[in-house]
T-cell receptor, first 117, second 114 residues
């Protein structure tokens, strides 16, 4: 149980284009979803927290107009990287938490590797 | 920075040996969690220990927490080659801070040789 999927697994895009990443909870209702980015051999840095049906809460230093987050349903959240640039290349990981999964544990998707050329 | 630190940064052992990883953090916590990440993949939740707990076991995993020293350790006993991965601790700060938010440590890369 508590499976989270991400799509796509990897994406290569040209500078200036936008990329959408989907995060789905497959077997539970995710009341809260989290988006992280991870640079090679480094730790995860939280970008934003989203609760179903409300606006995402962004961490300090994360541009909300650049990283658009939508959490329209209890099983789907999307992260759109707008006008991507090479410095946005990273590993993006989502996680989800729901009433049925425990108060504090987060269940992670497999990640999306974004390369901007 | 609120980010925790783990040591060692990297650890290589033989199958059957025990592996110990340590995590230090900076603020009062609600709970501390350990996750495993295989190369290029998402994270898998291993174990959660609450701030009022001192030790917890799950299979071959043993986690200790010392809130006075703001540190935790993860012990993997009788390691296997399949345990090769990066291990991260993550802390949830105590109220009034947002207990939802996890702050990840820098990670320990464990390699277990057959």
């Amino acid at each position: 149980g508590a499976v989270v999927s991400q799509h796509p697994s990897w994406v290569i895009c040209k500078s200036g284009t936008s990329v959408k990443i989907e995060c789905r909870s497959l077997d539970f209702q995710a009341t809260t979803m989290f988006w992280y980015r991870q640079f090679p051999k480094q730790s995860l840095m939280l970008m934003a927290t989203s609760n179903e049906g409300s606006k995402a809460t962004y961490e300090q230093g994360v541009e909300k107009d650049k990283f658009l987050i939508n959490h329209a349903s209890l099983t789907l959240s999307t992260l759109t990287v707008t006008s991507a640039h090479p410095e946005d290349s990273s590993f993006y990981i989502c996680s989800a938490r729901g009433i049925a999964t425990g108060a504090y544990e987060q269940y992670f998707g497999p990640g999306t590797r974004l390369t901007v050329t | 920075s609120q980010q925790g630190e783990e040591d060692p940064q990297a650890l290589s052992i033989q199958e059957g040996e025990n592996a110990t990883m340590n995590c230090s953090y900076k603020t009062s916590i609600n709970n501390l969690q350990w996750y495993r990440q295989n190369s290029g993949r998402g994270l898998v939740h291993l174990i959660l220990i609450r701030s009022n707990e001192r030790e917890k076991h799950s299979g071959r995993l043993r986690v200790t927490l010392d809130t006075s020293k703001k540190s935790s350790s993860l012990l993997i006993t009788a390691s296997r080659a399949a345990d090769t991965a990066s291990y991260f601790c993550a802390t949830s700060r105590a109220p009034p801070y947002n207990t939802d938010k996890l702050i990840f440590g820098t990670g320990t890369r464990l390699q277990v040789f057959p």
